[in-house]
């Protein structure tokens, strides 16, 4: 399947209309109401879209998918390295070493692997620093989710400022990645960077790393490679000197793992897109002032959630506790590699936050106030079930698409009824009244007999 971008900005979640049958489910769970059903099929807001995989989750006709490199994409480079997600070793058995998996991923072509679980523990230094600056505005927000943060510019703008300055486990371990690879004497062109991914978002993510040093050239799925590596187990051999990460990185894998690698502190960890948005929501209000760090996911129980998966997010949860206590030990990056990754500028984050306008009504803000006063309207004349039968997922986003003028009124099912029983009353009225050269007595008594002969006979005898 061949990447592709779209409007300017590239969407790893895609619909496949052939499989769509027009049902409510993905308009109900999508978290930024990006999703409309029209004309029987669901239609996807390309703007307002934030990859976190809801709609895939939630769809019983698999509609939904992500689209991701195959593994041969590495073929295209002189030298390949793979990037797998903390989230890919809980997909074993916790009695499946990682030195293994890592080998496993060698016998599949790639040349190296460095792990994103390592860029994790790096990055979690860095954070530490970070958050014993002064005049910082808290609670600082994780940066690591791309959906969260996504979801931050466009649906709580105000909070672009708290989201944490720094690049992504992601982003670090592809610039270190590429930069060993270039120590190697390797030209960055031949070097083709891949990361193992468990969900959309995260390929989203890949796909706007355009940094000559950080990019990552493709995205492949946990589940692709997962199938490749569980049937040539019994034939790996143990690689255990090729394994850089320990419990802070992998632990990363799940919600709470990131708080865990910064040691004690006023944190917070949310998981779950919906009660992130709860949780942001009471950051908007003021009430989390005495939080320092939020760790917020957008998958339930974290990256071990995604939709790229293949284990059980519940078992890969309790595969990540027993990885924890099996790799103890902990490297500390000497004071010359501290300096080299600060000379590289690898903490650097390549794209600033911005806060998206995609929500706003209108740019002139009489006008908003207009239009928001229009939507109040519209609001007392619906139903307020929100049963997403109008291909809108509540009434209030219907009442705004009507004053963007994407919908109509009588989109609703309900209102289309009285509409249409007004108007059956009219026809009634209508068809119930006599001409004036008719005697109404007698008129009535022929239309209640034979309407239509009533009235033809009416008007011939005029």
């Known amino acids: 399947m061949v990447l592709k971008l779209r409007n300017d900005f590239f969407h790893s979640v895609l619909l496949d209309e052939e499989k769509c049958k027009g049902c409510t489910h993905c308009i109900r769970r999508c978290p930024t109401e990006a999703i409309r059903v029209k004309g029987g099929k669901a239609r996807i807001d ?124 992601l982003g670090i371990a592809a610039h270190t990645a590429r930069l060993r690879a270039m120590k190697k004497g390797y030209h960055s062109e031949e070097v083709g960077v891949f990361f193992i991914t468990p969900c959309p978002a995260k390929v989203t993510e890949v796909r706007q790393s355009s940094d000559d040093k950080g990019r990552i050239d493709g995205a492949i799925s946990i589940s692709q490679v997962y199938s490749r590596i569980i049937n040539i187990l019994d034939e790996l051999d143990e690689q255990s000197s090729l394994q850089l990460a320990s419990w802070k990185g992998i632990g990363w894998a799940r919600s709470g793992g990131e708080q865990e690698s910064l040691n004690e ?96 009504l209108d740019t002139d803000y009489r006008k908003a106030l207009e239009k928001y006063q229009t939507i109040e309207n519209i609001l007392e004349n619906l139903p307020g079930l929100d049963c997403g039968a109008c291909g809108s997922p509540t009434c209030r986003a219907l009442a705004e698409d009507v004053v963007r003028e994407k919908a109509q009124e009588i ?48 008007k011939s005898g005029g």
């Open 411 to 458: 989109d609703c099912p309900f209102l289309l009824r009285e509409k249409m029983l007004g108007l059956s009353r009219e026809i009634f009225d209508l068809a119930s009244k006599v001409p004036q050269t008719m005697n109404e007595e007698r008129g009535m008594q022929k239309i209640e007999s034979n309407p239509d002969r009533g009235t033809s006979e009416g």
């Open 46 to 169: 390309e703007e307002r879209c934030i990859d976190c995989g809801e709609c895939i989750r939630t769809c019983p006709n698999h509609a939904k998918y992500a689209q991701t490199d195959p593994l041969d994409a590495i073929q295209r480079f002189k030298y390949s390295i793979a990037l797998p997600a903390p989230a890919f070793y809980p997909q074993f058995p916790p009695s499946i070493s990682i030195g293994k998996l890592i080998n496993g991923l060698l016998s599949l072509g790639f040349h190296e692997v460095f792990e994103v679980a390592r860029g994790a523990e790096i990055l979690a230094e860095e954070i530490k620093k970070y958050l014993l600056s002064k005049d910082i505005p808290k609670p600082v927000i994780s940066s690591a989710c791309p959906a969260v943060v996504r979801m931050v510019e466009e649906k709580f703008p105000s909070l672009t400022g708290t989201l944490l300055p720094l690049d992504t486990p």
């Open 265 to 360: 502190g006023e944190y917070v960890a949310v998981d779950g897109i919906h009660n992130v948005m709860s949780v942001f929501e009471k950051i908007e209000m003021g009430e989390l002032s005495g939080v320092l760090y939020c760790e917020a996911q957008a998958c339930v129980g974290g990256c071990i959630g995604g939709v790229l998966g293949v284990q059980n997010p519940f078992l890969s949860k309790v595969n990540v506790q027993q990885l924890v206590k099996k790799y103890p030990a902990y490297r500390e990056l000497e004071d010359r590699e501290w300096k080299e990754l600060v000379r590289e500028r690898v903490f650097l984050r390549r794209h600033p936050f911005v806060a998206s306008d995609v929500l706003k």
